[in-house]
């Protein structure tokens, strides 16, 4: 609960200066000379973590990313621009994503053992954070107005996301029944056995980073297209990060109902392959790459009382030429 109060403070203070940067802008670049933008956004997420991945070792990034978890991610956005080459991004997203070490292409070679693990997470992901948006090509435009203007932009922020993994525990009638992991504290989080794990937040910070272009079709609306990767500081969004902990230990700290689903769902190899092997302290997952997930966004967006709508020409003309 502290760090999602420092965050949010941090959030705060960030877009309070951007309003007080703009408020000593001159006139040409004020709130009514039309530099707010609107938009709204949809797209792919993916995860990027232990759980899934493709054939070979596990390797960060696109290389183990499972198309057929691909979950929807939307949100909305605000743009505050001082200028138009850099702009201040408040945005607020939510999105499904998900990890699923039976999606690996079985071929023999070093993805067997993750295969076996046979472990599975998805999670509800919420995300607050601001950004700054920088337009390179900005200076090198040769006309006035918006319309029919292409706009590559690169963009970075800070922010904060909530998130709560959970896993399928098959019961003994055979129905399965998705449970919340953390309470089962899988790797022995909190337990006095094992006092190197800490309980983990399901609140955590992100650094979020990208690029991504617009195009607007008038001079008030525009299609873009971005890729945002966030940056975490958990291994723990898939509920997995280091080793097999001894279960006789689930009795100790669970409830009755609590340790017989912690058993199954910390070690579930049995379930693919029906052998019997010591897993006490084996690798389960790689606690030295943090988690992270992206999307692909597509965008849509409106400038608001912008110099070239109707409205903003208006005022224009209305305005002392001292002004202009």
């Known amino acids: 609960m502290k760090t999602t109060v420092h965050v949010l403070r941090v959030l705060f203070v960030s877009f309070v200066l951007s309003l007080s940067v703009i408020s000593v802008q001159s006139q040409s670049v ?51 621009y001082p200028a138009e080459w850099i702009g201040f991004r408040l945005a607020f997203n939510h999105m499904v994503i998900e990890g699923d070490d039976s999606q690996i292409d079985n071929k023999g070679g070093r993805e067997i053992s993750r295969l076996r693990r046979n472990l599975y997470f998805q999670s509800p992901v919420w995300e607050a954070y601001g950004a700054l948006e920088i337009y390179p090509t900005v200076p090198l435009e040769e006309y006035d107005g918006l319309q029919g203007k292409f706009r590559p932009y690169g ?30 504290r899988l790797e022995g989080q909190g337990m006095a056995e094992y006092p190197e794990r800490k309980e983990y937040s399901l609140t955590q910070m992100e650094v979020p980073m990208g690029f991504g272009f617009k195009y607007y079709i008038k001079e ?31 009795d100790q700290y669970l409830t009755p109902e609590q340790a017989t689903r912690a ?40 400038r608001l009382n912008g110099n070239n709508t109707p409205n903003g020409r208006a005022r224009r003309q209305l305005r002392c030429p001292l002004y202009f």
């Open 220 to 250: 008030n609306m525009y299609v873009g297209l971005e890729v945002l990767h966030r940056k975490t500081f958990t291994d723990y969004v898939d509920d997995v990060s280091t080793t097999y902990i001894d279960p006789i230990y689930f």
């Open 30 to 80: 004020a709130f009514q000379d039309g530099k707010i933008e609107v938009g709204l956004g949809f797209g792919p997420g993916f995860f990027l973590g232990d759980l899934g991945g493709n054939r070979g070792i596990g390797r960060p990034f696109i290389k183990d990313v499972n198309i057929p978890l691909t979950k929807l991610s939307k949100g909305a956005y605000l743009n505050i």
């Open 263 to 302: 058993r199954q769902l910390h070690y579930r190899t049995p379930m693919y392959e029906p052998t019997n092997r010591p897993f006490i302290g084996y690798q389960r997952g790689d606690p030295k790459d943090k988690d992270a997930f992206f999307s692909s966004i597509l965008r849509f967006g409106w």
């Open 155 to 184: 963009v970075a922020g800070i922010g904060v996301f909530r998130y709560n993994p959970k896993g399928y525990y098959y019961g003994p009638n055979g129905v399965k029944e998705l449970v919340e992991l953390k309470p089962l």
